[in-house]
C-alpha cells in the first residue's frame, strides 16, 4: 500500500496560520477571562486542569438504589521539577536572554517597546538543581488532597481498614509516580495509624522493573512504538518548528528582540513552567498574547495527538495490558459482591501521562462526533482544530499534573426487581464523563462496557502489537499525518 503524504496539508496548514496572523493577530490586551494557566497543554496544574469548564455543565446522579463497591485508578504523577535536560535549557536560556536584550537596547526604535526589563536579569530559579524532575510539594499536595476528596465521595468503598489485598497501590519504578503514590496513600489512610500527629500508618507500594513493566509503561516496553515515534517525532517537529517561526515573528514585531524560533521554544517552556509550578504570568507568558498561546498550546496538543493519542492507533492499543487488568479487577470485584467477601475494593495506579493519555483513548475519552467508530476499526483520526476553533483534545483536559482517569462499579438492583446489575461510571480528573460507545449514558452496564468498550481493543494482544511483524505493517501503511 502507498505510503501517505503530509506535505500538502502541512503547506495549507502554514498557508492557514498567516492569514490568521495577518487578519486577527493584531496586538490586543488577554480576554478578561483568558488564564494561561489553562493553556499550557500537559504542563497545566491540577488544580487550573480541573477547573477548565467543557461539556454541557449536567448534573450527574448515580441511579437509585445503586452502590459503589470498587473503583479502578490510573492517575498521573504530581506536579514535578523540570527535569534535567530542561534545567540545562532554561539555564543557557538565561544567558541567550541577555544576548537578546543588549542587542534591543541598540535597536530599538519609535515602532516597538524595549523588553520587559526582567528579561535582561533573569536567573533561572531551577539552577541550583544537578537531577531535577522530582515530585514538588505542590505535587504532593494534589494527590494528598485528591485522595481525601474520593474518600469523602466514596465511603462505601474506602470504609474498610487499610491492607494491601483491599487496597493494592501501583506505581511506577519512577521516584515522582512512587511519591505521589505515597501521597495519595497518606491522605487516604490518614487516622488509621499510630505515627505523628496525623495517625498515619504504613502501607506498601508494589513497583514493577521499567523493562517489564507493561501495565503502566507500556510507552516503554513495547519495542514497535518506540521506533514507530522515533520515525514520526521528526515531522511533528517540523510542524512545531513553523509555529514558533511564526509567532516569533509576531513578537520581533513588537519589541526590538531578534527571536528565532528555538528562542520561541525556550521562552513558551519557561512560560509553561513559570505559570504552572511557581503562578508567575507576568514574565514570559506575558510575552505573548493570548492568540499566541493558544496556538503554541495547539502545537504541543499536536505532539500529544500524533505520539501519545489517537492520531496512531498503536498508541493507544499497546495498552491493552492495563484495560485487561481493570476488567479482571472488576470481575474478581463482582465475584466477591456476590459470596460476599471483602477482598479489593480499589485498585490505585500511579503512572505518567504517557499512561493516561493512552488509557483516555481506549475508553474513547475527548472524542468529536462519531470519531469512536474510527477508532474501534483502527483508524487514526484527524489532528485538533487549529485555533480560533475549539478542540476537546488539549493537553491541558486531557493529562495536566496529577490527571486521573477513575472507573467505579455499581451494584444496583436489576431492572425486573430480582437480584442485581453492575454498572460502570467513568470519571475523568473527578469529572463524570460519557464513554461514547456506551450509547451516551454516564452509567454503562458491565456487559455493554466489556462488548462494546473494551472487546474492540481486544482483536490484538500487547505481544502482537509490540513484534516485528506488526513493525513490518506498520511501514508498509504509516500512520495518517495531518493537520487541521
Known amino acids: 500500500m502507498a505510503r501517505r ?3 500538502l496539508s502541512v503547506f495549507l496548514g502554514l498557508l492557514g496560520l498567516l492569514v490568521l496572523l495577518g487578519n486577527s493577530w493584531s496586538v490586543t490586551a488577554a480576554p478578561a477571562k483568558f488564564d494561561v494557566r489553562q493553556h499550557i497543554s500537559s504542563s497545566t496544574s491540577y488544580a487550573a486542569g480541573k477547573s477548565i469548564e467543557y461539556g454541557n455543565g449536567e448534573v450527574v446522579s448515580t441511579p437509585e438504589g445503586c452502590v459503589p463497591i ?3 485508578l490510573v492517575a498521573r504523577h504530581g506536579s514535578r521539577r523540570p527535569t534535567k535536560k530542561r534545567i540545562k535549557e532554561l539555564e543557557e536560556f538565561a544567558d541567550r536572554l541577555r544576548v537578546l536584550s543588549a542587542e534591543a537596547a541598540k535597536n530599538q526604535n519609535e515602532t516597538t517597546s524595549l523588553p520587559p526589563l526582567w528579561i535582561k536579569e533573569w536567573k533561572s530559579p531551577w539552577s541550583d538543581k544537578q537531577i531535577g524532575g522530582e515530585l514538588l510539594p505542590k505535587g504532593e499536595e494534589e494527590l494528598y488532597d485528591l485522595a481525601q476528596r474520593y474518600k469523602l465521595r466514596y465511603p462505601e468503598i474506602f ?13 511506577t519504578q519512577v521516584g515522582r509516580s512512587s511519591a505521589s503514590s505515597v501521597a495519595f496513600g497518606m491522605g487516604m489512610f490518614a487516622g488509621q495509624g499510630t505515627l505523628g500527629s496525623g495517625k498515619q500508618r504504613a502501607f506498601s507500594v508494589v513497583t514493577d522493573s521499567k523493562a517489564n513493566d507493561i501495565h503502566l509503561r507500556f510507552h516503554d516496553t513495547c519495542m514497535v512504538y518506540k521506533e514507530s515515534k522515533k520515525l514520526q517525532k521528526p515531522k511533528v517537529d517540523g510542524w512545531q518548528v513553523q509555529v514558533y517561526e511564526l509567532v ?10 531578534a527571536v528565532n524560533s528555538e528562542d520561541v521554544s525556550s521562552l513558551w517552556l519557561l512560560c509553561k513552567n513559570e505559570a504552572s509550578l511557581l503562578d508567575i504570568v507576568d514574565q514570559a507568558c506575558a510575552m505573548f498574547t493570548a492568540e499566541e498561546i493558544e496556538l503554541l498550546e495547539w502545537a504541543d496538543d499536536l505532539e500529544m495527538h500524533h505520539l501519545k493519542g489517537y492520531g496512531d492507533m498503536l498508541n493507544y492499543r499497546m495498552g491493552v495490558p492495563l484495560l485487561d487488568d481493570v476488567v479482571k479487577t472488576m470481575d474478581r470485584a463482582m465475584a466477591a459482591d456476590q459470596s460476599k467477601k471483602v477482598v479489593e475494593k480499589a485498585k490505585l495506579r500511579f503512572a505518567h501521562a504517557e499512561t493516561v493519555i493512552p488509557f483516555s483513548c481506549l475508553l474513547g475519552l475527548f472524542l468529536e462526533n462519531t470519531d469512536i467508530k474510527q477508532v474501534q476499526s483502527e483508524k487514526p483520526l484527524e489532528a485538533p482544530l487549529r485555533p480560533p476553533q475549539q ?3 488539549r493537553g491541558a483536559l486531557v493529562a495536566p499534573f496529577a490527571a486521573n482517569t477513575a ?5 444496583c438492583p436489576a431492572d425486573n ?3 442485581v446489575k453492575y454498572l460502570v461510571q467513568a470519571l475523568h480528573n473527578e469529572k463524570p464523563v460519557i464513554m461514547p460507545a456506551c450509547n451516551g449514558t454516564y452509567f454503562c452496564s458491565i456487559e455493554t462496557f466489556k462488548e462494546h468498550v473494551v472487546a474492540p481493543h481486544m482483536k490484538r494482544s500487547y505481544e502482537s502489537l509490540c513484534t516485528v511483524e506488526y513493525r513490518n505493517q506498520l511501514l508498509d501503511n504509516p500512520p495518517l499525518m495531518e493537520k487541521r
Not at 470504609?159 to 506505581?171: C, K, M
Not at 472507573?407 to 451494584?411: G, S, V
Open 407 to 411: 472507573l467505579i462499579l455499581h451494584k
Open 248 to 257: 516569533a515573528k509576531s513578537v520581533q514585531g513588537r519589541y526590538s528582540l
Open 391 to 393: 478542540h476537546l483534545w
Open 417 to 419: 426487581g430480582d437480584g
Open 159 to 171: 470504609s474498610e481498614p487499610y491492607h494491601p489485598d483491599v487496597y493494592p497501590i501501583i506505581a
Open 70 to 72: 470498587h473503583m479502578n
Open 5 to 7: 503524504t503530509f506535505g
